[in-house]
T-cell receptor, first 108, second 117 residues
Framework: KNEVEQSPQNLTAQEGEFITINCSYS?????LHWLQQHPGGGIVSLFM???GKKKHGRLIATINIQEKHSSLHITASHPRDSAVYIC??????????FGKGTHLIIQP | NAGVTQTPKFRILKIGQSMTLQCAQD?????MYWYRQDPGMGLKLIYY???????DKGEVPNGYNVSRSTTEDFPLRLELAAPSQTSVYFC????????????????FGSGTRLTVV
């Protein structure tokens, strides 16, 4: 069974800092997803990637298939980036395997 | 707006009661999922469906049932509610699986917060 581990579990940073959240998985994957969940809110898909790097605005996601590792970076962080960031492994019809999430707080 | 619609948003049930969580998507996605999210835990898959008339169990199916009579709708039925079913439930849909990879992502509903007392 694939396991998805995230670190750190909690992260507090100052506005403007560069943020990195890490994700490791135990089995070779077909796709790696990064998701965002605001407190009390729904879940939004940020990225799906199977190789290399993707960028959307201030968010960058990278993946190293050989090392079974992915990172989510936030540049010029802002308080509105405060949320839970979740990585998940999947691409098959039988759904995603989720990490427990990283609680990010950006202080002004 | 296109997306996944879940109802209700909140519900309190008494032990032993039953209810149906509704989920509908208007994106013509063939794959649909029900997850539950418990504090400090990753989301767990309850049931999934690869198309109308086809459903299968996920990791935590006990105490739940689903049906998929149309592409759009995927309701989740709770029979004989128990306190262990207190959770936040998310419905999700996706379109494509497998190579070649496309930026389809997953679309999630806004969640149903269920409390069983």
């Amino acid at each position: 069974k694939n396991e998805v581990e995230q670190s750190p579990q909690n992260l507090t940073a100052q506005e403007g800092e560069f943020i990195t959240i890490n994700c490791s998985y135990s089995v070779g994957i077909s796709a790696l997803h990064w998701l965002q969940q605001h407190p009390g809110g729904g879940i939004v898909s940020l990225f799906m990637l199977s190789s290399g790097k993707k960028k959307h605005g201030r968010l960058i996601a990278t993946i190293n298939i050989q090392e079974k590792h992915s990172s989510l970076h936030i540049t010029a962080s802002h308080p509105r980036d405060s949320a839970v960031y979740i990585c998940a492994d999947g691409g098959g019809a039988d759904g995603l395997t989720f990490g427990k999430g990283t609680h990010l707080i950006i202080q002004p | 707006n296109a997306g996944v619609t879940q109802t209700p948003k909140f519900r309190i049930l008494k032990i032993g009661q039953s209810m149906t969580l509704q989920c509908a998507q208007d994106m013509n996605h063939n794959y649909m999922y029900w997850y539950r999210q418990d504090p400090g835990m990753g989301l767990k898959l309850i049931y999934y469906s690869v198309g109308a008339g086809i459903t299968d169990k996920g990791e935590v199916p006990n105490g739940y049932n689903v049906s998929r009579s149309t592409t759009e709708d995927f309701p989740l039925r709770l029979e004989l509610a128990a306190p262990s079913q207190t959770s936040v439930y998310f419905c999700a849909s996706s379109y494509s699986i497998g190579p070649p990879w496309k930026d389809y992502g997953y679309t999630f509903g806004s969640g149903t917060r269920l409390t069983v007392v």
